[in-house]
């Protein structure tokens, strides 16, 4: 096992924190969405070849990963990091604010990538690990579906590149810059998308009883949606249905033919995750018909329940409470109502998704006013260093 004090610090990353940022922030400028992210991808690559990595490019799309060996032993690990931004037009006013009108990151994914890049960056002169390291660039974790996780697995991203186990960061508002979270088991929720289209007959405003009205219809459904998860799941277990969408017409003095609707629906267990499909489609389909309409359900499956392995999540528990102290370590966070497709990863190796305080007060993920913490960087980076020289240890002599 490798001595104390020849593991990372917070320190031994303040050399290049200045470098790092500046790749933050051009990232930042420059954010490309979900499949989109050449640009990005190029510049990593690019970065990680510069400091001695072997380059793997064009997996499921931008992804790419960087492996770098040192030792001799078979042990391996892997680090993700996502890099996508999100279709939303920046209001931060920041000096390195985006200059895509209507593009920006809005969650963290610069950062995530930059936290990163410092770990390989400072691997890759300290070499103090016994192993392979694979960092895993992963493009279009905002897809919701068809994933860039799912596309980096169907280019055999585990044949490939071999991970005994693998890692994850995502950065968290509200909480102190610095202060990692963690919880074993499940984590995130399963994430499912559901379209409704209600067919009824359209009709002059003034000739009601003429018509089906959709709008009726909908504004009915919404109502009886929130009995599915009230008179339907386990007030022990947690689940949210969340009408998104509702449109229907285009004039006040004509009853539309049909109206649309979105829902989100999240949960935490499969079964759960079944029985809200159940219920959401009998309710919606014998609703509709009670009006006399018609309902078409597409009901799209998203983003699996993310579950950490108990022994990889103490393990990286461990690592943090060495790094920054019990006092910045909350060991039990609760679970949390967003999706992450990391979960695709966990369901093929152990491993933990962990999160890591973006500081109070700070707006939130998917927010026009959003920044990521440049502080966490020489943090976040110091941390994926000492799990690397934790997991591949170099003997002693």
């Given at each position: 096992m490798s001595h104390a004090n020849t593991l990372s610090r917070v320190a031994d990353l303040e050399d290049i924190k200045d470098e790092i940022v500046g790749i933050r922030r051009h990232i930042h400028q420059h954010p490309e969405l979900s499949f989109q992210e050449a640009d990005t991808a190029?510049?990593?690559?690019?970065?990680l070849e510069e400091w001695g990595y072997a380059v793997t490019r064009n997996i499921g799309g931008n992804g790419l990963v960087g492996t770098l060996r040192a030792g001799s032993a078979t042990r391996s690990i892997g680090l993700r990091a996502d890099m996508d931004a999100l279709p939303i037009a920046e209001e931060t006013g920041l000096e390195?604010?985006?200059?895509?009108?209507?593009?920006?990151?809005a969650?963290?994914?610069?950062?995530?990538?930059a936290m990163l890049l410092g770990a390989a960056r400072h691997l890759?002169?300290?070499?103090?690990?016994?192993?392979?390291?694979?960092?895993?660039?992963?493009?279009?974790?905002?897809?919701?579906?068809?994933?860039?996780?799912?596309?980096?697995?169907?280019?055999r991203l585990f044949e490939r590149f071999p991970c005994d186990a693998v890692f994850g960061i995502h950065n968290h508002p509200g909480v102190a810059a610095g202060t990692f979270m963690f919880r074993s088991g499940p984590f995130m929720a399963a994430c499912d998308t559901v379209k409704i289209r209600l067919t009824g007959r359209g009709s002059h405003a003034a000739r009601?009883?003429?018509?089906?009205?959709?709008?009726?219809?909908?504004?009915?459904?919404?109502?009886?949606?929130?009995?599915?998860?009230?008179?339907?799941?386990?007030?022990?277990?947690?689940?949210?249905?969340?009408?998104g969408t509702l449109h229907a017409g285009n004039a006040a003095n004509v009853i539309p033919e049909y109206a649309t609707m979105e829902l989100s629906v999240r949960s935490f267990k499969q079964e759960v995750r079944e029985l809200l499909e159940q219920?959401?489609?009998?309710?919606?389909?014998?609703?509709?018909a009670s009006y006399g309409a018609r309902a078409d359900i597409d009901y799209l499956h998203g983003y699996p329940v993310l579950v950490n392995s108990d022994a990889e999540t103490e393990f990286a528990r461990s690592v943090a409470v060495e790094l920054v102290g019990e006092d910045k370590v909350?060991?039990?966070?609760?679970?949390?109502?967003?999706?992450?497709?990391?979960?695709?990863?966990?369901?093929q190796r152990p491993g933990c998704f962990l999160r890591v305080g973006n500081g109070q007060g700070q707006p939130m993920l998917?927010?026009?006013?959003?920044?990521?913490?440049?502080?966490?960087?020489?943090?976040?980076?110091?941390?994926?260093?000492?799990?690397?020289?934790?997991?591949?240890?170099?003997?002693?002599?």
């Open positions: 190029a510049l990593v690559a690019a970065r390195w604010a985006s200059r895509k009108h209507g593009t920006m990151h969650c963290g994914h610069d950062g995530h990538t890759a002169r300290t070499r103090n690990f016994d192993g392979t390291l694979n960092l895993i660039f992963q493009p279009a974790e905002e897809a919701g579906f068809d994933s860039g996780a799912q596309k980096m697995l169907e280019d009601p009883h003429q018509s089906v009205d959709p709008i009726v219809v909908a504004a009915s459904l919404v109502m009886a949606l929130q009995t599915v998860v009230s008179r339907n799941v386990d007030p022990m277990e947690t689940a949210v249905i969340t009408v219920r959401i489609r009998a309710l919606v389909e014998t609703h509709a909350i060991p039990s966070f609760g679970p949390i109502a967003g999706s992450e497709d990391f979960a695709y990863f966990l369901q998917h927010n026009a006013g959003y920044d990521f913490n440049d502080e966490n960087i020489p943090v976040g980076a110091a941390y994926w260093s000492r799990l690397v020289e934790r997991w591949l240890p170099v003997k002693p002599g």
